[in-house]
């Protein structure tokens, strides 16, 4: 139906049939798989990262910010819920921008999950590595960075159910983690409530409740994020779940409040052990520092924070692999980034996808060994902004897509609607001003916009007359617009 067309400034080659045999995945992940995929590759903000919240706002400024996150999260998931009935496929985010405004836009959605999948498991392998580092201190970074992301690469190109089940039973593992953190720290007697509140108060600023003022609210909100960052990745397993139009939004709501639950034990709990939410605030190991505060600073402590810590940021860092993988592979078989990418092998994988986000992710890694610590936390900061810049983009497609396709057929609808998603925009925008508004983020900002500036350059220049009308998300879309040409004629 689609073979040499052009719409607009958009020109699609014609492929043949053997372009789609090379080019199959194939998974059979059911509800519970998939929750784990939506908690695990988010819980790793539960043990690093969401902390410098404290600092910034006090323990309430951080309180109203990770609320308001919150907010902008289940407006987020129950929009994607319902779009991902609509347009199940392994696109993703990139396929619903795509459907709605058009394919630059969605191109430009497709890079920046890019920026987040492959930029936030080399901030995770790096803390990782330093957490285990006094286990193992004759061994080199770089060596376990290899072992680390070798494994878990080749978990995923050895099938996506190995994957799925082997990042359940991670996931299950960090979670009873963080739930035995909990249960001793009540028990133990180490939360006290009066720790929450011992952030010093800015000069002018008479109360301890807000030290740092309303100010506080809006500078905690970048670190709020950490609670939630990346349960967006989801429905890049459309293509390869049991049942799309069944598991995919009940999976996303049930793994979105599991992670509010989550973060509301890990806020409260973890900011009142130890020196209380002053030295929180200031933790690389939030977690281990309170479980210190009753073992003491022993090696008792050192093993089980290397071991707490680890198993939080690998449930998070096999899934994230998992989604760029998936976000290559769909990005390539439409023809925006090279074709070849998209090959999958007899695992039905995407085995080259995989193996070039793992060799970019581990030359990002030396390169933050050898320019310092700075580097990581523009890495880190690039990975934020490349996730707002996406949740902008499929709020307003969702709000797009109901309001102008109404011949798109959904299994679920979102209770919350087009209301919610406007809403959901707008918590979106406050939070891009917010982390545009810390200077330690706007490196971050910057890395951003140049990666989108050579990626922009490069689809005008070439991918934009090599695009392949047959690939699912492109297909889609066409039907789309077909459909409203008719309608308006």
């Not at 690093?48 to 404290?54: A, R």
């Not at 760029?324 to 980034?337: C, E, K, V, W």
């Not at 005008?460 to 308006?488: C, D, G, I, K, T």
Request: charge should be positive; proline fraction near 5%.
């Amino acid at each position: 139906m689609f073979h040499q067309i052009s719409r607009g400034f958009v020109h699609y080659k014609s492929v043949n049939e053997s372009y789609f045999r090379q080019k199959q995945l194939r998974g059979n992940v059911g509800f519970w798989l998939l929750w784990s995929y939506g908690v695990g590759v988010v819980i790793s903000g539960n043990f690093t990262g969401w902390n410098s919240g404290l600092t910034a706002g006090g323990f309430w400024g951080m309180t109203i910010a990770t609320f308001l996150m919150a907010v902008m999260y289940i407006c987020l998931t129950y929009s994607l819920a319902e779009m991902s009935t609509m347009l199940p496929h392994t696109g993703g985010l990139y396929s619903f921008t795509r459907s709605a405004f058009g394919p630059f836009w969605g191109y430009v959605c497709g890079v920046a999950m890019i920026i987040e999948n492959v930029l936030a498991p080399v901030v995770a392998v790096i803390s990782v590595t330093s957490y285990l580092k006094p286990l193992i201190p004759d061994i080199p970074a770089y060596i376990v960075w290899v072992v680390i992301y070798g494994i878990f690469t080749a978990i995923n190109i050895w099938g996506t159910e190995q994957t799925f089940n082997i990042g359940h039973f991670i996931t299950l593992i960090a979670i009873m983690m963080l739930a035995i953190f909990y249960v001793n720290m009540l028990i133990l007697g180490e939360f006290r409530i009066g720790l929450l509140f011992n952030v010093p108060a800015d000069p002018g600023q008479s109360t301890t409740w807000l030290p740092k003022g309303v100010r506080g609210i809006f500078a905690a909100i970048p670190y709020a994020i950490w609670f939630y960052l990346a349960i967006e990745q989801m429905p890049l397993a459309a293509e390869e779940s049991r049942d799309p139009y069944r598991h995919m939004p009940a999976s996303l709501i049930a793994a979105m409040f599991t992670l509010v639950v989550l973060s509301v034990f890990t806020l409260i709990l973890n900011s009142g052990v130890g020196d209380g939410a002053v030295a929180i605030g200031q933790s690389s190991a939030p977690l281990g520092d309170g479980l210190k505060a009753y073992f003491g600073h022993g090696p008792v402590a050192t093993f089980a924070t290397a071991i707490l810590m680890s198993c939080g940021l690998l449930a998070s860092f096999i899934f994230t692999i998992y989604a760029y993988g998936r976000t290559f592979f769909s990005l390539a078989r439409a023809g925006y980034i090279p074709r070849w990418l998209a090959v999958t092998g007899r695992t039905y994988t995407p085995y080259r996808s995989l193996l070039l986000g793992t060799v970019v992710g581990l030359v990002c890694a030396v390169t933050l060994d050898v320019l310092g610590g700075p580097v990581k936390d523009v890495m880190l900061n690039m990975a934020v902004f490349g996730a707002l810049i996406i949740y902008i983009l499929v709020l307003l497609s969702y709000i797009k897509l109901k309001s102008d396709r109404p011949e798109l057929e959904s299994s679920y609808q979102s209770p919350l609607g087009i209301r919610g998603a406007a809403v959901g925009t707008a918590l979106a925008i406050l939070a891009l001003a917010a982390c545009l508004s810390v200077p330690a983020y706007q490196p971050g900002a910057w890395g951003v916009a140049m990666f989108m500036v050579i990626a922009i350059l490069y689809f005008w220049f070439y991918s934009r007359n090599h695009l392949v009308a047959q690939a699912p998300e492109e297909r889609a879309a066409l039907n789309l617009e077909q459909h409203q040409s008719r309608r308006m004629f």
